[in-house]
């Protein structure tokens, strides 16, 4: 129990008890009955809650609740700085808002409100719950700071403002209560059995440009639109072995849209960080080219804010509850630029890891106070950068024009041997205007799947974007455009963010050395969120004017409200080609009100194509469908007369693979059918291998993960079994792998008696456990004519956008265009063999061109041509879908997700 503190203990500054108001708040120890960074102990969210309540007694704090988790926990912030700071916290906040959006500011302006302002700092913990350090040094540091009245301390909180976040509560409870369930200190593990934050778990550090669950929109929320801070720090592990951490700065390559400011600056606050470990004799501090992170992406909670003019900040520190071991890693030892004061070998403790941590705080905090004024002025500086690079013509110098000034050269050398290139080669390609980067974005509002589009605007305006929207009709460049529509302009503060949305990534061909192998980058190497998710814009040169409004920071758009034709008498009909028509779909099916899909589309209606769906007329439907087209943004037609050859929509009984300890693309995919009022449950493999299963299901789904390939599975040797023993019995039914020697008959038998498998990703290996007839693709034979996998010197694409063809002719693919962007990540791809047309194995995806790559990386992609990424298999009286591309991707990629919708309803 926690034992309250009855009087004033006389304590070094360090570690003072801070007394308010007659209220004594309590030491961490005092709190929860040890001290943070024990072994063997953890605390969970209510008790860590609970402390930050106490802390907030403090005239030092002020706690904010900043929405709740996907849990329907609260997440807090609290806000620390001196108490005369607190009472004015608006007019800072203001001062940070202004600066960073750097609008209508002179220069003479900006200094005037750099030099008022505080230092905005954000320090967040626990994203990644199983890296439990970072929740814990949160604790740690909020404490000192409350405590502490050292010099530099009350420097800290004069200058700064510290924005302290708690990035997963739910995640805390979980892994907290999980590892100290155990009474034996020395068995308590992390080895949690699901997902640690709800749907996402480790993915809830890639959502940070899309923001589909509640933490991304409580986070992005304060982040770039309310304090749009100068520095955000966020914590993570683990180092690389034979390291304690790795930190600022970060290997090449960094994005080109950045503003220079953005890449130096994260080198001086990295250099701090560095210097006071090393002054505190803190080794094992590694940076650069000792660890594997970068600054090229974009949506982690580090990585957005450097697209908003932010400094953000990454460590990854080693350690936990339960001690541990610095490995020897001889290589490590020799001082380098990299790790310039190494760490020796030895047992590490909970405690070390915690230190490092508030120690690389103070630093950053330090530093912030320093140079407060500075930090405040160049956010301001890189946002008046933005606005004039949107105001003017500007080139990016990407690798893609870089090559070209190389090629352009090399076909003239004849003429210029021997000299340095010419300028004029600069010149043809830096200053050729078909390569400016775009004033601005006009999405229409005529589109087909416009409440898409908005899904699209709500995720630039929640990472703080300006928006404009047409009010009028207007003309631009020839091309009319309705009211409505949306303008994103490239002449504001957070540009880079902008043409990062909607602009081509441009990875550089990366490799370990010249004809080596490739360097895999941080996360992806393309990912476009206005490829992914579908949506229809056009690119503007020159300045534009027309009948717009901003939109104010932060305010979501809804969709459309449409109007129903209620005098209707055959029924309505519903474009498939909008994917909020299957929440539609399915909110009728759960009425139980009939729907049907129309294979040959109506040709009387534009837009209306195959597999348009079709809802008789009746009370029940005309009220569903009236509360869609107002809420989703659905054009719902009103018809006369019931259209032919329409065939009956049945909901289907689906079951969605998932694994012990969790499945990320299946958490995705379970929050994006919730998401889409598709009724489902979730299926372990034990389940799978007791068989039976098309008594229960029609459809089963297996994202990348579910399915082995042939040749590598295995079964568990008696110490897997024997650990099974000491999973808790709630659990044990999630436990066990999928096997070709158990699950494989299983799935084939429920194929071949009439069920649907959908396989997504490396679950194609499907294909070949049934040996269907299809291969691999992307091989090559070798000296003994067998064939091997293309290696990364010739062949690798990973994380990028491609292109690919659709067949238009398969109800698989109703409310698709003939082609599509897919996420592709060194996915499966196919060749049919000789006679599996005659089987009746039939291409869905496939890539017709040598050069697919829309964005991101993909070197030697011209073996990807003719491939195919997607088809359907017949299997008894079953059919399998194959889709090698990532169809689902993180909840993102929007302009595939009827890929997968189409399967899960019987129609017939």
């Known amino acids: 129990m926690i034992k309250k503190l009855q009087h004033l203990l006389v304590l070094p500054a360090l570690f003072f008890v801070s007394v308010t108001q007659g209220q004594i708040i309590p030491s961490p120890k005092e709190h929860f009955g040890f001290n943070i960074g024990d072994d063997y102990k953890l605390a969970n969210y209510t008790q860590t809650e609970g402390y930050f309540k106490k802390l907030a007694a403090s005239p030092r704090v002020k706690m904010v609740d900043i929405g709740l988790t996907e849990e329907g926990r609260h997440q807090w912030m609290l806000i620390i700085s001196s108490p005369e700071n607190l009472k004015k916290l608006a007019r800072y906040k203001e001062i940070s808002q202004k600066l960073a959006h750097a609008d209508g500011l002179s220069e003479a302006e900006a200094k005037g409100l750099a030099a008022e302002g505080k230092a905005v700092i954000w320090i967040d913990g626990g994203l990644h719950a199983n890296e439990v350090v970072g929740a814990h040094q949160l604790i740690e540091t909020m404490w000192q700071l409350v405590s502490r009245n050292d010099e530099e301390t009350l ?180 001082p380098n630029g990299a790790t310039p004061n190494p760490v020796v070998p030895q047992e590490w403790h909970f405690r070390q890891s915690i230190d490092y941590s508030v120690s690389l705080n103070y630093a950053v905090l330090d530093y912030a106070s320093r140079y407060r004024s500075t930090l405040l002025f160049n956010i301001y500086k890189m946002g008046r950068n933005s606005i004039e690079r949107g105001n003017t013509d500007h080139w990016t110098f990407y690798p893609k024009f870089i ?102 990534q441009d990875h550089p061909n990366d490799f370990q050395y010249e004809g080596g192998p490739p360097i895999r980058p941080y996360d992806a190497a393309g990912w476009t969120l206005a490829f992914q998710m579908g949506i229809k814009f056009d690119r503007i040169l020159e300045n534009f004017e027309g009948p717009f409004q901003k939109i104010a920071y932060g305010a979501t758009e809804s969709p459309v409200k449409e109007a129903v034709v209620h005098t209707a008498k055959a029924g309505y009909v519903i474009k498939p080609s909008v994917n909020n028509a299957f929440i539609a779909v399915n909110d009728l099916l759960k009425a139980g009100v009939k729907v049907y899909r129309v294979p040959a589309g109506i040709s009387s209606l534009p837009g209306y194509g195959p597999g348009t769906f079709y809802v008789p007329a009746s009370a029940k439907a005309t009220g569903v469908i009236t509360h869609a087209a107002a809420t989703l943004g659905l054009q719902v037609e009103g018809v006369n007369k019931a259209p032919g050859g329409a065939v009956k929509v049945s909901p289907l009984r689906i079951a969605l693979w998932d694994k012990y300890g969790g499945s990320i693309p299946s958490g995705w995919v379970r929050w994006l059918m919730e998401q889409y009022h598709f009724p489902f449950e979730v299926i372990y493999p034990k389940a799978i291998d007791a068989g039976n299963l098309r008594k229960k299901y029609d459809v089963l789904v297996f994202v990348t993960g579910g399915i082995p390939p042939i040749g590598k599975t295995r079964k568990m040797g008696t110490e897997e079994e024997a650990k099974l023993d000491s999973v808790p019995a709630a659990f044990r039914s999630w436990t066990g792998k999928l096997t070709t020697e158990k699950s494989i008959p299983q799935l084939k038998a429920f194929l071949e008696q009439g069920g649907t498998v959908v396989a997504i990703g490396s679950s194609t290996n499907l294909a070949y456990q049934l040996d269907l007839p299809v291969r691999n693709a992307l091989v090559e034979k070798n000296a003994e004519n067998k064939e091997k996998t293309l290696p990364g010197t010739k062949y690798y694409i990973p994380g990028s956008i491609l292109e690919v063809n659709v067949n238009q002719e398969l109800p698989a693919t109703w409310g698709m265009s003939g082609e599509a962007n897919v996420d592709f990540d060194n996915s499966p791809v196919f060749k049919l063999d000789a006679g599996a047309a005659e089987k009746g194995i039939k291409p869905i995806l496939w890539f017709s061109s040598e050069k697919p790559l829309r964005s991101g990386w993909a070197w030697g992609q011209a073996y990807l041509k003719d491939g195919i990424a997607g088809f359907v298999a017949p299997v008894g009286a079953g059919k399998l879908y194959a889709f090698g591309p990532e169809i689902t991707f993180r909840g993102q990629s929007a302009g595939t997700f009827r890929l997968l919708f189409n399967q899960l309803y019987q129609v017939k």
């Open 155 to 334: 420097n800290i909180l004069n200058n700064d403002i510290i924005l302290l976040v708690h990035a997963n509560p739910d995640g805390q409870e979980l892994m907290s209560d999980w590892y100290m369930k155990e009474t034996n200190p020395k068995d308590r593990k992390l080895d949690v059995p699901r997902l640690y934050e709800k749907y996402i778990g480790h993915d809830n550090n890639r959502d940070f440009y899309m923001m589909n669950v509640k933490e991304s929109q409580n986070i992005s929320r304060q982040l770039f639109v309310e304090w749009i801070p100068q520095i955000m720090y966020n914590h993570h592990q683990r180092g690389p072995a034979g390291s304690v951490l790795a930190g600022p700065p970060y290997r090449d390559p960094f994005n080109y849209v950045y503003d220079p400011l953005i890449v130096t600056s994260i080198d001086a606050v990295g250099a701090a960080m560095n210097n006071r470990l090393n002054t505190e004799s803190k080794p094992g501090y590694t940076q650069r080219a000792g660890s594997e992170f970068s600054t090229w992406w974009n949506g982690g909670l580090r990585t957005t804010p450097y697209f908003h003019n932010m400094i953000g900040l990454l460590t990854e520190i080693v350690g936990g509850p339960t001690p541990e071991k610095i490995p020897l890693v001889p290589e490590r030892l020799i």
């Open 403 to 504: 090559d070209s000034i190389k090629m352009a050269y090399k076909r003239d050398k004849k003429q210029t041997e021997g000299k340095t290139i010419p300028v004029k080669y600069y010149d043809e390609v830096l200053k050729n205007p078909v390569n400016r980067d775009a004033r601005g974005y006009v999405i229409p509002a005529d589109q087909t799947d416009f409440p898409t589009a908005v899904r699209f605007i709500n995720a630039l305006i929640l990472s703080g974007i300006q928006i404009e929207k047409a009010n009028g009709a207007f003309t631009l460049n020839g091309k009319n455009y309705p009211a409505g529509s949306y303008i994103v302009r490239t002449n504001q503060a957070f540009r880079p963010h902008v043409i990062d949305m909607f602009e081509p």
